[in-house]
């Protein structure tokens, strides 16, 4: 066994040890034997638009934790990596490329156009796996999948035949969300509204044979599109005018005044002008009043031929001509400002114009229907609970709009419709048709429409592992076990797997979602490149190691719950690392030669005589895999971690290993050789509680000290033996007194290296006490010659520091062991004179006339507050000279 590095090095580590587990197979999960339940995480696929960024690190440091736990407790263990086309967001990214180079989309024409775009994947595709295996997920890479996979392409085939056949995908012509960036339709989910600062445009809308109706709107180029008029039936300053026609500002054309409940008398004028093609409740009111649908706007954002002489005009542009237009024409009554909602595109953050389009669209109230009764149910669990009401009302099956799942992209997976030139057929079929199949006839052509992401996305449960085909892996690992995601796709992307799932397999694709929150900086902001806050995980890696991110990551997160990320808590877990190397270093020094599982043989047989320390620390650590393997069942990842950092560094680290010293530093060999058994064996069970959260450092350290097997990732996750509730209790006796003298120490400013002396008055924990004189000696700086454990004292020294350590155990510090006495009191002189100089200042100023009534309320209470501390402080001064005598 080689000889631990004096300091832990990741970068000498993390490349190496990564090589090696992949070479060993321990990625790849074992046989399923029948019967048995696997542990399976679809990994949620990056898009491949870029390089991953920390939500990325998040997300692939719980599910390897995940994994890695599940892979140690013996279960056949799968994750099955993989990366998505992310239609509209990668085409965006190379069209941005593209125009790097002076050219655009239409430049290259389609089919060159995807062959840019699959370069693109191939660069980015590796970059983000390059990534994943620099944060040591132990995901097998022979299973990695691409939602454009030949596989997967089928799979998207075969499931929107399915739903065609089954009537649930139809065709049709409704009002969408329009991207004029992007000119696609988009999702209302993939629509972010923001508060803008806006304009509120008043203006009169001119009746047939003379007057006007004052009408508001923020919109004023969207009046071309106008078809009606519309006020309050029960408003009774429009009651006269229901019924007349008015006239659309600039183009004349007539349109009828209707009366409608829709209309909110108390905002603006009270009158709404009525654009059913580019309002989504002007839509609702035109098809209940049966009004025409005008499209004002082209797909790129200009205006139609329906603008009239506005035609061909940027939508913004046309605002301004026609509002100066109908300034001229003596229409306009005012302009103030108003902030208002404005849907934007969230990939090309474009101004989104809602757009009569003929689309694709999905039936999805049956879907839905079973998708809310598998979580309804408890099928289907929600991660934290609170967002399982999120979902329901999401996915109200009375409420749930068709999902629209077409769009205008070159980059996607182009929907397999034919339509025939001759009789105007659909053919819809998993291969390429040759012929109509309603004619004959071979003059037919594909849909030019792409599919949403998300509707690959949706299968990506059971596609990866085969489905449609009846493979060896969809049997062993669907259903999967756990989806790991960030809440804010909970709609976009769970909600419709679980959709799929149900329908395609007739089985929920998962039995748990477990949703984490949103990654912020220390002044809680996002991450953005605009904010120049963004980390990227390999710098944080290059210059903290993989562990110290990863734990970081997992301590600082809660279930749903955004977390604050800063450099401070990454360096200190960086330290905590160097912590465990140091104190493994110490163990394996120590164990150099010595058989340890001659040892363990003998503990696990309880013939290995322990003292109290031993049973303590063996206690403590069998609790703590309780807790860990509790709060680990219950998806507390991040107190699990915070729990183990604590008995680490705490209890083992600078308890157990400074009494164990005692020992292997003495003369007895069996006494020395029981400490080595018992710091090997909770070291080591503690490093198998670890690893799932600091894979490499563990690994690293286990290779080093005795062990059994060939790595620790596949090393079993270590089971609690009883507790010793009596162990525990005594030596947390015997830890408060050295805490109490530690503490007195640091009070009076004793020398490190000075021995004091302690006389304790016992009562009935004397024989513990003085069983622990050696610990208590040498943890506490104590002289044991001048230290004297009695069950009563019946004088105590004086002068000394008193401590109580417990209800019926006092301590005794003579105080000239600790000070100087002469130079402390007049130390103490000293500053009881500068704080009572303090207390007059501050009693002087609270007095002032004016001070408390004219300073602000704030100040006056900080020199409060200062007045009370000076006060305190010398009561304790005062206390601390008359100790002296």
Not at 32 to 49: R, Y
Not at 768 to 785: E, T
């Amino acid at each position: 066994m080689s000889e631990m590095a004096k300091r832990y090095d990741p970068k000498n580590v993390e490349q190496r040890l990564y090589a090696w587990w992949e070479e060993r197979g321990y990625f790849k999960p074992r046989p399923v034997a029948e019967g048995e339940t696997s542990f399976v995480i679809s990994m949620p696929p990056p898009n491949v638009t870029g390089a991953l960024h920390m939500g990325h690190a998040l997300t692939a440091s719980l599910e390897d934790f995940m994994i890695r736990y599940h892979r140690m407790r013996g279960e056949p263990t799968l994750w099955v990596p993989g990366t998505d086309h992310a239609g509209i967001a990668t085409q965006n990214v190379v069209e941005r490329a593209l125009e790097k180079e002076g050219l655009s989309r239409q430049d290259l024409g389609r089919e060159k156009f995807v062959e840019r775009v699959w370069k693109w994947r191939e660069e980015y595709g590796q970059r983000i796996t390059i990534q994943h295996r620099r944060l040591g997920v132990s995901c097998d890479w022979d299973r990695e999948r691409f939602t454009f996979d030949e596989g997967l392409s089928h799979a998207v085939r075969v499931a929107f035949n399915r739903l065609y056949e089954k009537g649930l995908i139809y065709r049709g012509t409704y009002l969408v969300n329009w991207c004029p960036r992007c000119e696609s339709a988009i999702s209302d989910l993939e629509v972010e509204h923001e508060d803008e600062a806006g304009k509120l445009y008043t203006f009169r809308y001119p009746l047939e044979g003379g007057g006007y109706i004052p009408v508001a709107t923020t919109r004023p180029e969207t009046i071309l599109g106008d078809t009606a008029v519309a006020v309050h039936p029960d408003d009774d300053r429009y009651r006269g005018v229901v019924g007349r026609t008015a006239l659309v500002p600039m183009l004349d054309r007539p349109v009828p005044v209707i009366a409608d409940s829709y209309v909110d008398r108390d905002f603006g004028t009270g009158a709404l002008k009525i654009t059913p093609g580019h309002d989504p409740n002007d839509y609702e009111v035109g098809q209940r009043h049966k009004l025409p649908i005008i499209n004002a706007l082209n797909e790129d954002g200009t205006m139609s031929k329906a603008a009239g002489p506005y035609a061909g005009l940027d939508r913004y542009a046309c605002r301004e001509k026609l509002w100066a237009d109908m300034a001229a024409a003596g229409l306009t009554l005012s302009v103030e400002d108003h902030v208002h909602a404005t849907g934007h595109c969230e990939r090309c953050h474009t101004v989104v114009e809602p757009l009569i389009s003929t689309q694709w669209f999905v039936r999805i109230r049956p879907l839905a229907e079973a998708a809310y009764a598998a979580v309804q149910d408890g099928r289907i669990r929600i991660i934290p609970e609170r967002f399982t009401k999120i979902y329901f009302n999401w996915m109200d099956p009375d409420t749930i709009r068709d999902w629209c799942i077409s769009r205008q992209l070159w980059w996607g997976h182009r929907i397999p419709v034919w339509y025939c030139d001759d009789c105007g057929g659909q053919t819809c079929t998993v291969a390429d048709p040759t012929a109509c199949a309603h004619c004959g006839s071979d003059h037919i052509h594909q849909e030019e429409d792409v599919l949403d992401t998300w509707f690959s996305s949706g299968l990506w449960p059971f596609s990866t592992l085969g489905w449609p085909e009846e493979t060896d892996d969809l049997h062993d690992f669907y259903p999967t076990s756990v989806l790991e995601t960030g809440y804010d796709i909970l709609f976009f992307w769970v909600a419709r797997m679980i959709m799929l799932g149900l329908e395609m397999t007739g089985e929920i694709p998962f039995d748990t979602v477990y949703l984490h929150g949103l990654l912020r900086d220390e002044k809680g902001r996002k991450y953005s490149k605009s904010l120049g806050n963004a980390l990227d995980p390999l710098d944080m890696i290059a210059q903290y190691g993989t562990d110290a991110l990863r734990f970081t990551l997992m301590t600082g997160s809660t279930p749903g719950n955004d977390m604050k990320l800063s450099e401070t808590r990454l360096e200190a877990n960086r330290n905590f690392a160097n912590k465990i190397w140091n104190a493994a270093r110490f163990v394996a020094g120590n164990c150099a030669g010595f058989d340890a599982r001659q040892g363990v043989q003998k503990l696990e047989s309880g013939a290995l005589p322990l003292e109290l320390a031993d049973r303590w620390i063996l206690s403590r650590h069998n609790r703590l895999i309780r807790k860990a393997n509790r709060l680990i069942e219950s998806y507390q990842f991040g107190e699990a971690g915070r729990q183990i950092y604590d008995f680490l560094w705490s209890e083992f680290c600078d308890w157990y290993i400074e009494m164990s010293k005692l020992r292997l530093y003495g003369d007895d060999p069996q006494a020395a050789d029981t400490a080595r058994t018992v710091l090997v064996t909770v070291l080591d069970r503690t490093l198998r509680l670890l690893h799932p959260f600091m894979p490499f450092v563990t690994e690293e350290i286990w290779q080093h000290l005795p062990h059994e097997g060939e790595s620790l990732m596949i090393a079993p996750w270590p089971e609690a033996a009883p507790l010793d509730d009596a162990a525990e209790a005594d030596m947390a006796l015997v830890m408060d007194f050295v805490r109490a003298v530690r503490n007195a120490r640091a009070e009076y400013d004793v020398e490190p290296k000075r021995r004091i002396a302690a006389v304790v008055a016992a009562g009935a924990q004397r024989d513990l006490l003085a069983g622990q004189s050696a610990i208590i000696a040498s943890l506490g700086r104590v002289d044991s010659a001048q230290l004297r454990i009695e069950e009563a004292i019946a004088e105590p020294p004086a002068p000394a520091v008193s401590l109580v350590v417990a209800s019926d155990v006092m301590a005794y510090l003579p105080l000239a062991g600790l000070v100087d006495l002469e130079k402390e009191r007049s130390r103490l002189a000293r500053a009881i004179e500068t704080t009572q100089g303090d207390i007059a200042r501050g009693e002087e100023l609270l007095a002032r006339a004016g001070f408390v009534a004219k300073a602000p309320a704030a100040v006056v209470q900080r020199e409060r507050e200062r007045l009370a501390g000076a006060r305190e402080r010398l009561a304790h001064l005062q206390e601390r000279r008359a100790a002296l005598g």
